[in-house]
């Protein structure tokens, strides 16, 4: 349980010792992530709003090591980014006040995911070659692989049926893939049912409106080609929750391959404030590599202007002290724009005083990091916000 609300905290603990758990608590990212590492638990309970760094970006930490990324992890906030984290691997969100039923079934739940034998995958590929080749690639899972080859044999197939994840062509010879996530997300509502991750393997170059309509309902979207099997085994492990020391050397050679590969950014567009050369030198260098293009504007007033040019900024970084106009005030500007509510900004802070953090906040920042710069906290930030948006 990382949890820095001591009197929540005592909630939770209590709860876990009556459903026979033990529980070990942290109070801030970096000691929950020491402390998964070392104890290796059945789950994990995450708060978002943490005193260090944001529970979002301790998820994904989780994620990115080998060594705790089949934990499944369970957020439970007062805020909403329950899309983020699923895309993340969260296993579920619940929030805060929640009755004590919703909290044990979280708990509950975080144990049926470490219990074998429960796992199973849904193929839907109508390319009856690519269909086996996807089930030779996921058959050392120790999950049962079910396929389907048209929308209307996944319907059938999901009716009733519970898949922890769903691998998925776009082009099917009844429909199309959004077709049937539209009728995964009505049955899902319908039931009250979460629908399970999907991930889109597709041949098809998609649209930057495709893109938009699949990030709705879809995890992940990997187009076929030479590198795409290291990336769907990547995904398929992550929603499994599978132990990666326990697949065979080649498998784990693919999931190193395809997490030194950083898709998260690729065709990104990130509008960096900074009036200060150096550090936009060096987080250019840094962004730049992995697939996503950096504008640069110097100023508020400049960021703004150029906001109102560009409808397809992704992200913003978004310094705080500048000249003519600050980050605080830029970052009011943006929010008082509709179209901007949704924009995630990250603000760079000169001081990592709680204060300075509840101000940027409050301004509309989705987060914040202090200089100088981590960078490998900061690509973590620019990943939980990147998947939100």
């Known amino acids: 349980m990382v949890e820095d609300d001591i009197d929540f905290a005592g909630i939770l603990y209590d709860l876990a010792h009556e459903l026979d758990f033990d529980c070990i608590h942290a109070t801030t990212s970096a000691q929950g992530l020491e402390l998964a590492r070392q104890h290796q638990p059945c789950g994990i309970l995450l708060d978002v709003a943490l005193p260090d760094q944001s529970g979002l970006t301790l998820l994904d930490w989780l994620k990115r090591d080998p060594t705790t990324r089949h934990i499944p992890t369970h957020l439970v906030s007062v805020s909403d980014h329950a899309e983020a984290a699923l895309h993340l691997g969260a296993v579920g969100y619940t929030f805060k006040p929640s009755e004590r039923e919703k909290l044990a079934a979280a708990i509950r739940g975080l144990e049926a995911r470490m219990t074998p034998g429960q796992r199973r995958v849904l193929v839907i590929e109508d390319d009856p070659a690519l269909r086996e080749s996807i089930r030779a690639l996921l058959k050392s899972l120790d999950a049962e692989i079910v396929t389907a080859d048209s929308v209307a044999a996944a319907t059938a197939t999901l009716n009733g049926t519970p898949f922890d994840c769903v691998v998925m062509d776009m082009v099917l010879p009844d429909g199309t893939g959004h077709d049937l996530l539209a009728h995964m997300a009505n049955t899902a509502l319908a039931d009250a049912n979460p629908m399970p991750p999907v991930i889109i393997y597709t041949g098809r170059q998609l649209s930057a409106e495709d893109e938009r309509r699949l990030r709705k309902y879809s995890k992940s979207i990997i187009i076929k080609g030479a590198r795409s099997p290291d990336r769907l085994l990547d995904e398929v492990t992550l929603f499994l929750h599978s132990v990666e020391s326990s697949l065979p050397p080649e498998h784990q050679r693919m999931l190193r391959a395809a997490r030194n590969r950083d898709d998260t950014f690729d065709g990104r567009k990130l509008l960096l404030v900074e009036d200060d050369a150096r550090n936009i030198f060096a987080l250019s260098k840094v962004i730049e590599p992995l697939g996503a293009t950096v504008e640069i504007a110097r100023s508020g007033r400049e960021a703004l202007d150029m906001l109102n040019r560009m409808d397809d900024v992704d992200l913003v970084l978004m310094d705080i002290m500048m000249p003519e106009m600050d980050g605080i005030t830029a970052m009011r500007h943006i929010r008082e724009m509709p179209r901007f509510a949704r924009l995630p900004i990250i603000a ?42």
């Open 348 to 389: 760079l802070t000169a001081k990592a005083m709680q204060s300075d953090r509840e101000a940027c906040l409050r301004a509309g920042a989705n987060d914040y990091i202090a200089k100088p710069i981590d960078v490998d906290k900061l690509l973590s930030l620019c990943r939980v916000w990147l998947h939100a948006n």
